[in-house]
């Protein structure tokens, strides 16, 4: 069966640090996958996805950035993080348009 | 791009009542309507959906409802219980070049009362 696995569940960083959150996706194969950020517990905001290794499509300026080294991975990424930045975020994969899963979050808060 | 339109924002009952949440979407290509929930802190969770060529589904309690010439779609729950609190988010998608792109309603916190 298919598995995502996202981590650190909690992180706490000072504005200005860079960040790195990691996302893999098991049991299947050429996944779609996203990054969501989900501010005060409500409205899932659709950050990033990707169709293929190195394929990273944005929806929205902002001070991140994706990337897709590997077939069932996928890193979200900042050099300095903002204030704004807190959140929760969220990956998820698909196959095709259907069996949209989530991971576990990480809820980040920027201090 | 697709816009999604979801009410209410909040909703409280008594346990054993029914719940219906709303939502409606601009983007006349859409055709899949999935609903998740999301516990406290946790990962929206898939409980039902609903493809455009059909216009009704039912799982135990929960239903859904699609309206295409309306572009709105509903989620019912009937006799509800305390577990059954938590937020609900819609989310509209078509396919093609979407590659499954969701957008997602702003959610409703639903509150059932023992």
């Known amino acids: 069966s298919q598995t995502i696995h996202q981590w650190p569940a909690t992180l706490v960083q000072p504005v200005g640090s860079p960040l790195s959150l990691e996302c893999t996706v098991e049991g299947t194969s050429n996944p779609n996958l996203y990054w969501y950020r989900q501010a005060a517990g409500r409205g899932l905001q659709l950050l990033f996805y990707?169709?293929?290794?190195?394929?990273i499509s944005s929806e929205v300026p902002q001070n991140l950035s994706a990337s897709r080294p590997q077939d069932r991975q996928f890193i979200l990424s900042s050099k300095k993080l903002l204030l704004s930045d807190s959140g929760f975020y969220l990956c998820?994969?698909?196959?095709?348009?259907?069996?949209?899963?989530f991971g576990s979050g990480t809820r980040l808060t920027v201090v | 791009g697709e816009n999604v339109e979801q009410h209410p924002s909040t909703l409280s009952v008594q346990e054993g009542d029914s719940a219906v949440i709303k939502c409606t979407y601009s983007?006349?290509?859409?055709?899949?309507f999935p609903w998740y929930k999301q516990e406290l802190g946790k990962r929206p969770q898939l409980i039902i959906d609903?493809?455009?060529?059909?216009g009704e589904k039912k799982d135990q309690r929960i239903a859904v409802t699609l309206n295409k010439t309306a572009k709105h779609f509903s989620l019912h729950i009937t006799e509800t219980q305390p577990e059954d609190s938590a937020v609900y988010f819609c989310?509209?998608?078509?396919?093609?070049?979407?590659?499954?792109?969701?957008?997602f309603g702003q959610g409703t916190i639903l509150t059932v009362h023992p």
């Open positions: 609903i493809r455009s060529n059909v």
């Open positions: 998820a994969w698909s196959v095709g348009l259907y069996g949209y899963t």
């Open positions: 990707s169709v293929g290794i190195g394929q």
């Open positions: 989310a509209a998608s078509r396919g093609g070049t979407s590659y499954g792109k969701l957008t």
């Open positions: 983007d006349s290509a859409s055709n899949y």
